[in-house]
Each structure stands twice: as structure tokens, then as C-alpha cells.
């Protein structure tokens, strides 16, 4: 049985994460773990009864949120996970220990509030996360199956690392992949590169039988021309790389990370690059 890990903060956007992950849960036939990591400065440790007024008041609602929606789930079970310290290490060690397949996190985007800690801690649960991320803004209003999903190629060699899990996805939903060549450059060998790494992706969703279109576009603000493509696709969901500081990505799309989490309107799925030396 597969496991996913939802971050809860109680918050609007949480339960809207929740809801999304819900929908890939009963997909892959996954259960779902849900964290609350208590941040306050506290000597206090956490054991498997939560002390303090805060965290008895907590673990009710996680209870009232498990008994609302574990009849939606069709397979598995959802349970709570309380953890005390930073937020993201927290998150990142839970995924490690349960063996999450996927990590699901509300978002705010630009214009949110940091009042609501996940919005704040997102970017950094997607850079330390051992499995891919998944974040949400509350405001997206997704059906009930996913129908295109973008993965954006550039010249890094972490780019293809998306096809796997994005062909694993495809399969389960039925969904059409868009590959999308993103040229930022006027110079030949980088484009050259990204067609080659266009051609490869193509090779392999026509050997795993998956449906897709190929289209390319010239970019002078990659962040801004992939959302540009996602709105006028009503792309369901983006997927891209997430730099480790020292992967080629991170000479690329790194910069442009943040930016596509925070200005997508559409779910954005990070999945952290392997390294190349």
C-alpha cells in the first residue's frame, strides 16, 4: 500500500490540499498520514499524548478532520502524525520514516498571509523532501480526475528525471502529457540539447503507450512563459525539477522555482533532482 503525507495546519489551504491528495490517494490506492508539527519555543517534548492546551485543542481537530474524510477515502486509512520542532525538517523526517510517495502542502502565492505556517515552509518541505511535493493554492478548483499534465524540458540533465513519475501519473488518470521545450537562449547547442531531450521524451511516452503533444516556446521570463502556456492549456498540473545547489537544474530552473510556485494557479509537482558530477 502507498502512503502520502499531507501537512496540516488547520488552515483553509490545508484542507484544500487535503482534499486534492484525496483524489490521488484513491488513484494510486494510497494511505494518507496527516502532520502537524507543533513550532513554538518549548522545552516540552512530544510523546504520544499531546500536553498543553494548544496541542489537546490540535489533536481535536485532527481527530475531527480524519473522522470527515476517511469515508471519502476508497482504500487505506488516514491517520494523524504530531511532531514538535521546524516545520520542514519535521515534514521532510516524517516522509523519510513513513516512506511517503508523495507530500501534499497548501499554498498562498504572492499575495497570501504568513500567519499560516505551510505557505512559509512549502519551498523549503520541496528542496529537502525525499519524494515529490505537491503544492496547492485554495483557490484552484480541480475535478475529479487530472486531463493534462506539463512537464516543461530545458538543457539541464535533470530535466528527464520528470518522465518516470509523470508517465506513472498519466497511466493511473488517463491523462495526456504536454511537453513543453522552453528556449531561453539564442544559442545553438543549448537548443540543439533541448530538442534532443524533446526527442528522447517523445521516444519514451510512445514506448509506454502514453498519449502527449509536443509543443515549444521562446522564452525570455521562463517562469512567466510556462504559466502564460499552463493558463492557455487549462493545464491540471505542472511538474518540474527542484534544485539541490549543485545539479545542473540549479543553473536553469532553479531561479524560477519559487516563482512557479508561487504564481501558478495550477497544483505545481517538485520533484528534487538526483545529482551529476
Known amino acids: 500500500?502507498?502512503?502520502?503525507?499531507?501537512?496540516?495546519?488547520?488552515?483553509?489551504?490545508?484542507?484544500?490540499?487535503?482534499?486534492?491528495?484525496?483524489?490521488?490517494?484513491?488513484?494510486?490506492?494510497a494511505n494518507i498520514h496527516l502532520i502537524w508539527v507543533d513550532n513554538t519555543i518549548s522545552d516540552e517534548s512530544v510523546t504520544d499524548t499531546i500536553e498543553g492546551e494548544l496541542r489537546r485543542e490540535k489533536k481535536a481537530y485532527m481527530n475531527k478532520i480524519i473522522?470527515?474524510?476517511?469515508?471519502?477515502?476508497?482504500?487505506?486509512?488516514?491517520?494523524?502524525?504530531?511532531?514538535?520542532?521546524?516545520?520542514?525538517?519535521?515534514?521532510?523526517?516524517?516522509?523519510?520514516?513513513?516512506?511517503?510517495?508523495?507530500?501534499?502542502?497548501?499554498?498562498?502565492?504572492?499575495?497570501?498571509?504568513?500567519?499560516?505556517?505551510?505557505?512559509?515552509?512549502?519551498?523549503?518541505?520541496?528542496?529537502?523532501?525525499?519524494?515529490?511535493?505537491?503544492?496547492?493554492?485554495?483557490?484552484?478548483?480541480?475535478?475529479?480526475?487530472?486531463?493534462?499534465?506539463?512537464?516543461?524540458?530545458?538543457?539541464?540533465?535533470?530535466?528527464?528525471?520528470?518522465?518516470?513519475?509523470?508517465?506513472?501519473?498519466?497511466?493511473?488518470?488517463?491523462?495526456?502529457?504536454?511537453?513543453?521545450?522552453?528556449?531561453?537562449t539564442p544559442i545553438k547547442v543549448i537548443r540543439k540539447r533541448i530538442d534532443q531531450f524533446g526527442q528522447e521524451a517523445k521516444k519514451y511516452l510512445v514506448e509506454k503507450k502514453v498519449d502527449f503533444v509536443l509543443?515549444?516556446?521562446?522564452?525570455?521570463n521562463v517562469a512567466a512563459s510556462i504559466l502564460d502556456y499552463s493558463s492557455s492549456k487549462n493545464i491540471d498540473l505542472i511538474m518540474m525539477m527542484t534544485d539541490q545547489g549543485t545539479t545542473t537544474a540549479n543553473k536553469y530552473l532553479g531561479p524560477y522555482a519559487q516563482q512557479l510556485i508561487n504564481n501558478s494557479k495550477a497544483p505545481v509537482l517538485s520533484l528534487r533532482a538526483k545529482e551529476y558530477h
Not at 509543443?215 to 525570455?220: G, V
Request: net charge negative; proline share 3%.
Open 1 to 29: 500500500m502507498k502512503t502520502i503525507l499531507v501537512a496540516i495546519d488547520f488552515s483553509k489551504n490545508a484542507t484544500h490540499a487535503l482534499q486534492y491528495a484525496l483524489l490521488f490517494a484513491n488513484k494510486l490506492e
Open 67 to 184: 473522522e470527515e474524510y476517511q469515508p471519502s477515502l476508497t482504500h487505506g486509512k488516514i491517520e494523524g502524525i504530531f511532531k514538535k520542532g521546524r516545520i520542514y525538517q519535521e515534514v521532510t523526517k516524517a516522509a523519510y520514516e513513513i516512506k511517503a510517495e508523495m507530500i501534499f502542502a497548501g499554498t498562498h502565492g504572492v499575495s497570501g498571509f504568513e500567519q499560516y505556517w505551510i505557505g512559509s515552509n512549502a519551498y523549503r518541505i520541496m528542496t529537502q523532501a525525499p519524494c515529490p511535493v505537491v503544492t496547492i493554492r485554495s483557490d484552484f478548483q480541480f475535478g475529479d480526475t487530472l486531463k493534462k499534465i506539463l512537464l516543461p524540458l530545458d538543457s539541464s540533465l535533470e530535466t528527464k528525471q520528470k518522465l518516470p513519475f509523470a508517465c506513472d501519473l498519466a497511466t493511473s488518470f488517463g491523462a495526456v502529457i504536454h511537453l513543453l521545450e522552453v528556449y531561453n
Open 215 to 220: 509543443d515549444k516556446i521562446e522564452a525570455d
